[in-house]
């Protein structure tokens, strides 16, 4: 039969505040996104080879990602 990994869950936030200037012609968004606010690292795939590595963690979620821009739309 199959083998089901646990399901994953993952937190992400955006935070971002549009601004307008010159009449609402030119506008600037500052935007801070949050990836895996939780720090979870989940199991998304193992390895299902017999041998040494059976059931070994080949993929993990990425952690803690901060990215931070700023949008300018004219």
């Known amino acids: ?3 089901r990994l646990p399901n994953v869950s993952v937190l992400n936030l955006r935070i971002s505040r549009p601004m ?3 009449e609402g012609k030119l506008g600037l968004e500052p935007i ?3 990836l ?3 720090n979870s690292e989940p ?3 193992e390895n299902t080879s017999f041998g040494a590595n059976y059931l070994r ?3 993990l979620v ?3 990602v901060a990215r931070f ?3 300018l739309t004219f």
């Open 20 to 22: 307008k200037f010159r």
């Open 57 to 59: 963690p080949t993929t």
């Open 69 to 71: 821009a700023l949008r």
């Open 32 to 34: 801070a996104d949050l």
């Open 62 to 64: 990425n952690p803690f």
């Open 43 to 45: 199991v998304t795939a």
């Open 36 to 38: 895996n606010l939780t």
């Open 1 to 3: 039969g199959a083998v």
